[in-house]
């Protein structure tokens, strides 16, 4: 099992950038996949980013890929969503979520094993 907990949230204008965080504890982190969803009021949990247990490989929603970023450090226990030019369309719960199966079908969240509790994120104009 691994335990993970989301931070970096907050409220920042349009055209502004925010970095969340997960750190893992418990089993080896560096054995899950991870990835990141968002969720709007109202609206289905929805798919950012996914990376490989390395990091080496990422994925992204296609609306998202040119300015979310995925990264990770397993020293540290930590996956990372970097967020530039922000926009309301964005305000969200994020959450990262670890797949220990190394799901092929990264963007559907009923494949991840764990979640963290999720931050928000609200982006003004």
Request: charged share 20%; proline share 2%.
């Amino acid at each position: 099992q691994v335990q993970l907990v989301e931070s970096g949230g907050g409220t920042v204008q349009a055209g502004g950038s925010l970095r969340l965080s997960c750190e893992g504890s418990g089993r080896m982190f560096d054995s899950f996949a991870m990835g990141w969803f968002h969720q709007a009021p109202g609206k289905e949990r929805e798919f950012v980013a996914h990376c490989n247990w390395s990091g080496h490989r990422t994925e992204y929603a296609e609306s998202l890929k040119d300015r979310f970023t995925i990264s990770r450090d397993n020293a540290k226990n930590t996956v990372y969503l970097q967020m530039n030019n922000l926009n309301p369309e964005d305000t969200a719960v994020y959450y990262c979520a670890a797949d220990q199966t190394w799901t092929m079908n990264y963007w559907n969240h009923s494949k991840y094993d764990y979640w963290g509790q999720g931050t928000q994120v609200t982006v003004s104009t």
